[in-house]
C-alpha cells in the first residue's frame, strides 16, 4: 500500500529551527509538497521539491531524497504565526496525490 | 474569481436529511479535488474531476456520497441520509491541470458539516 508518515506533534521554541521529517512509500514518485494548515483555515502551497537536493524558501527550506523516501522541511528563526499543521503529499506514478496526516507545530514563547 | 469559493461555510443538519455543498474554482483551473478532514486528522480524498474526462470517484465513502461538476467549473457535492460519521470540514480544491507532478493546490476554506 501507499504510506506517508509523519510525526503527529512537535513543539518548539520561538526564534529556534525546526525540522519536520517525512518518510514515504509510493507506487512511483512525481514530486513531493509540503502545505501549511492554519487551525480553521484551508492548506496553502510551501514548497515542491522532485529532484533531491535542498530548495530554500526564505526561512522555509525543504529537501528530499528518493533514494531513501524522506523528505525534511526545515523553519528557521521560528514566529508564533508558523503554528500551525504541516502536511506532506507525494505525487505517484498515476499523478494522484496521497497526504501524510500532518505534523501539527507548536511555538512556544 | 480569485481564489476557491465553497458554500456554505458552515451547515447545521439533522440526522438523515440530504445536504449540498458547492465549490466554485479557479476560472481556467481543469482540475477539482474533494476532500474531507476530520477534527485533528489529515486529508481524505473523495473525488476529482479534471476536464471532461470521467471523474475518479475511488475515495467516495459509501453511494450515499455523490458530485457532480457541470460545465466544467461549479462542483456540488451531494450527501443523501447524512449520519453523524459524515461530519467533518470539505475541502474543495483546483488546479490549472493535472496530469504533472508539479500539480499546486489551491484550497478553498471549506464547508464545516454538522449532523446531530
Known amino acids: 500500500g501507499q504510506n506517508i508518515d509523519q510525526p503527529t506533534e512537535m513543539t518548539a521554541t520561538e526564534g529556534a529551527i525546526v525540522q519536520i521529517n517525512c518518510t514515504y512509500q509510493?507506487?512511483?514518485?512525481?514530486?513531493l509538497f509540503w502545505y501549511q494548515q492554519h487551525a480553521g483555515e484551508a492548506p496553502t502551497f510551501l514548497s515542491y521539491?522532485?529532484l533531491d537536493g535542498l530548495e530554500e524558501k526564505g526561512r522555509f527550506s525543504s529537501f528530499l531524497s528518493r533514494s531513501k523516501g524522506y523528505s525534511y522541511l526545515l523553519l528557521k528563526e521560528l514566529q508564533m504565526k508558523d503554528s500551525a499543521s504541516y502536511l506532506c503529499?507525494?505525487?505517484?506514478?498515476?499523478?494522484?496525490?496521497?497526504w501524510g496526516a500532518g505534523t501539527k507545530l507548536i511555538i512556544k514563547p | 474569481g480569485a481564489g476557491v469559493s465553497q458554500s456554505p461555510s458552515n451547515k447545521v443538519t439533522e440526522k438523515g436529511k440530504d445536504v449540498e455543498l458547492r465549490c466554485d474554482p479557479i476560472?481556467?483551473?481543469?482540475?477539482l479535488y474533494w476532500y474531507r478532514q476530520s477534527l485533528g486528522q489529515g486529508l481524505e480524498f473523495l473525488i476529482y474531476?479534471?476536464?471532461?474526462?470521467?471523474?475518479?470517484k475511488s475515495g467516495l465513502p459509501s453511494d450515499r456520497f455523490s458530485a457532480e461538476r457541470t460545465g466544467g467549473s461549479v462542483s456540488t457535492l451531494t450527501i443523501q441520509r447524512t449520519q453523524q460519521e459524515d461530519s467533518a470540514v470539505y475541502l474543495c480544491?483546483?488546479?490549472?491541470?493535472?496530469?504533472?507532478?508539479?500539480?499546486?493546490?489551491?484550497f478553498g476554506a471549506g464547508s464545516r458539516l454538522t449532523v446531530l
Open positions: 480544491a483546483s488546479s490549472v491541470t493535472s496530469g504533472t507532478g508539479a500539480n499546486v493546490l489551491t
Open positions: 476560472s481556467g483551473h481543469t482540475a
Open positions: 474531476f479534471q476536464g471532461n474526462s470521467a471523474p475518479d
Open positions: 509510493t507506487s512511483g514518485f512525481n514530486g
Open positions: 521539491n522532485v
Open positions: 503529499a507525494v505525487t505517484d506514478s498515476n499523478y494522484q496525490l496521497i
